[in-house]
């Protein structure tokens, strides 16, 4: 337990749905993070949250729309996905997104499944 | 660009030593991570060096050579339960972390 959460574990959508990832972090810090982890390959940072405004934003397909309503909660609102989108999408904070030594702490992820 | 290699795979026996390799070409340098990744959970946090030598923390030992580019992570003892992925990341002159693809160790009795 690395005291971040993440909901649901597994998601199995259609190309066509709409589904919501969530993320929780009770360590008090101020950054959040979205990663793309797909099998053999680097993680792929995909959003950056510092004091709840977005400070990165790696080219990611507006597909993948994020929310941050507090430092505590990040949403990841998906929609018309493409099959190539499935993989394991994890969740971390740190306590600022700055800095040399901050580690971030990573939540358990979602493993996603686009049919 | 920017990129970390390290090995896919590497194979070691229970009790045996095994060192890692990490090599990196990166926009800037501001310090280098290990982490461990077991199948199926979260990444968790094994190391930090930012100035060259050796860090040693029980079992587990990271290595850094900023002139050469270089890291490595030696685990000692090897046990059952080390069998996990081990990721090498570089925050770069923006302060984002560069990942590898990670390192699958297989230890086998």
């Known amino acids: ?115 | 660009g920017q990129n970390i290699d390290q090995p896919t795979e590497m194979t070691a026996t229970e009790g045996a030593i095994v060192q890692i390799n990490c090599t990196y070409q990166t926009s800037g340098f501001n310090g280098l991570f290990w982490y461990q990744q077991h199948a199926g959970e979260a990444p968790t946090f094994l190391s930090y060096n930012v100035l060259d030598g050796l860090e040693e923390k029980g079992r587990f030992s990271s290595f850094l050579s900023r002139s050469k580019g270089y890291s490595y992570l030696l685990l000692k003892e090897l046990q059952m339960k080390d069998s996990a992925s081990y990721l090498c990341a570089v925050k770069d002159s923006n302060y984002q972390l560069i990942w590898g693809a990670g390192t699958k160790l297989i230890i086998k009795p």
């Open chain 1, 1 to 115: 337990e690395t005291g971040v959460t993440q909901t649901p574990r597994h998601l199995v959508m259609g190309m066509t749905n709409k589904k919501s990832l969530k993320c929780e972090q009770h360590l008090g810090h101020n950054a959040m993070y979205w990663y793309k982890q797909s099998a053999k390959k680097p993680l792929e940072l995909m959003f950056v949250y510092n004091f709840k405004e977005q400070t990165e934003n790696n080219s990611v397909p507006s597909r993948f729309s994020p929310e941050c309503p507090n430092s505590s909660h990040l949403f990841l609102h998906l929609h018309t996905l493409q099959p190539e989108d499935s993989a394991l999408y994890l969740c971390a904070s740190s306590q600022g997104s700055g800095g040399d030594s901050y580690e971030q702490y990573f939540g358990p992820g979602t493993r996603l499944t686009v049919t």
